[in-house]
């Protein structure tokens, strides 16, 4: 059997088990899966497109669920999403995004424009001295605010475990600072244990608590590599995987390490340099998966998945449109509840058995559309793997049978085969064949075969057997 070793579109065709083109592949466990479809929730629209959203949890382990239009804040609460504004409302302000960083009981919001905003239970307000800042993040006793209005190289911390004071005093600890030592803005910043890394562009700068008189101490990482945008950077409990302008890497606090070697070279020419400031990256915590979601070379908007299995380190692929993305603890499902959600067992909405919908309090990764919530648990959709290219110089071989080795079986599928007779020939169209016996059956004989297979249901495969026989050399 030759087992796949996923999207890998910079090596070699020949290498084996290669994948150099899919589309809602997405690297499982043992193998690779259909990518679940978008999901609606049901629950009402926002009265505006989404500018930024997320799910906070308190002290008592009770969750609170936030999204902002560009000037009001809401929170879904029974069924319906209520307004959660100051009084007044917020500055419109198309391009900036909401970001909420989570405080003891008190959750932070700010959009850049408007000083930061709190709320511990109701509607949120102004803390008096705050700065007006891009970016939040909480480490080791304080609230952090980075690329403010006055520095857009800039970092703010609250005072020591006190979310209200803001004013720079060696008493209670609030300070602020500058990144001098490289150039540009700073584009995002997450905590990694109690330190915090604040990235720009093609730097990185990691602090820690020190005490006073200095607070805050930073040192700059080695290297010219930094992220595209703070929604990028995905905090994995212990270390970051962050999108790059040129590659994706890994950082645990000692150095930058790239993990795009496969896609690094595709995503560069196959994404849209001047919109990555709008990648966003998401954390799929149960089944051990990084998602970056970016434009593609043609759009401002997210609309390409790239995906990424963090033990067995492969790749998969998507087309997908979102604008926001958000982790969504779901509610659960019990046997009692049933009755409520439908009537009968054929009337069960399309989700997977083994989807974290049916499990109270799991994360599961929600997007917005517009105003529209989604969760990424649907059924699974159409998916398509292009391989590599069989065969070598020399030989001339028949092909016969191909018989995918399916951990989950599809219903249906579809092959479309592809041949060339010298490796520097561009493809030629082949014979196509459909699913039969869990193989496909075609006889067609080239020196280098390719195939593409499409499955629409629900599939798990980890590779492919080829039956073939040699017809001479020359």
Not at 198 to 220: D, E, H, L, T
Request: charged content about 20%; overall charge negative; hydrophobic content about 35%.
């Amino acid at each position: 059997m030759i087992n796949f070793i996923g999207f890998v579109p910079d090596l070699d065709p020949k290498t084996r088990g290669a994948i150099i083109d899919c589309n809602n592949l997405c690297p499982s466990e043992k193998g690779f899966k259909n990518i679940e479809k978008l999901r609606n929730l049901g629950l009402p629209d926002l009265e505006a497109d989404c500018k930024g959203s997320a799910t906070i949890i308190k002290l008592d382990t009770s969750t609170r669920f936030f999204a902002g239009t560009t000037d009001k804040l809401f929170e879904l609460s029974g069924g319906a999403w209520n307004n959660r504004s100051r009084v007044g409302g917020y500055t419109p302000s198309s391009e900036n995004e909401w970001r909420f960083a989570q405080f003891g009981d008190a959750t932070i919001a700010t959009n850049q424009v408007d000083i930061l905003q709190v709320s511990t239970n109701g509607d949120f307000a102004d803390i008096a001295d705050a700065p007006r800042a891009k970016y939040l993040e909480v480490a080791s006793g304080f609230v952090m605010a980075f690329h403010t209005n006055s520095d857009s190289d800039g970092w703010w911390c609250s005072g020591l475990y006190d979310h209200t004071t803001w004013i720079p005093s060696q008493v209670t600890q609030a300070a602020n600072g500058r990144f001098l030592d490289s150039p540009g803005e700073v584009i995002g910043a997450k905590k990694l244990g109690q330190d915090i890394v604040a990235y720009k562009n093609k730097s990185m700068f990691i602090g820690r608590y020190v005490g006073v008189p200095i607070i805050w101490s930073w040192q700059q990482i080695p290297g010219d590599v930094g992220a595209v945008s703070n929604e990028a950077i995905i905090d994995i409990d212990g270390a970051h995987l962050f999108m790059g302008d040129e590659d994706f890497y890994y950082y645990d606090g000692t150095r930058p390490i790239s993990i795009g070697a496969p896609v690094r070279k595709w995503y560069v020419n196959h994404s849209n340099a001047e919109y990555r400031y709008k990648s966003k990256g998401f954390y799929d915590r149960f089944n051990g998966l990084g998602f970056w979601y970016f434009p593609s070379e043609n759009s401002e908007n997210n609309d390409t998945c790239l995906i990424y299995h963090i033990k067995n380190k492969t790749w998969g692929k998507a087309d997908r449109s979102i604008d926001q993305i958000v982790e969504y603890h779901t509610p659960g499902i019990t046997y009692d509840e049933l009755g409520d959600l439908a009537t009968t067992y054929e009337d069960l909405p399309d989700i997977g058995y083994d989807s974290q919908y049916w499990f109270s309090h799991e994360k599961t990764q929600a997007v917005f559309q517009g105003a529209t919530v989604y969760t990424l648990d649907g059924s699974p959709g159409e998916m398509s793997i292009t391989t590599g290219d069989f065969g070598d110089d020399f030989r001339f071989t028949t092909v016969t049978q191909i018989r995918p080795h399916f951990l989950l079986s599809p219903s249906s599928g579809s092959l479309q085969a592809y041949y060339k007779h010298h490796e520097g020939d561009l493809i030629s169209l082949g014979k196509s064949a459909t699913l039969t016996d869990n193989k496909f059956d075609i006889l067609w004989s080239s020196r280098y075969h390719r195939f593409e297979f499409s499955f629409n249901r629900a599939c798990e495969i980890q590779g492919i057997n080829i039956l073939s026989k040699t017809d001479g050399t020359n």
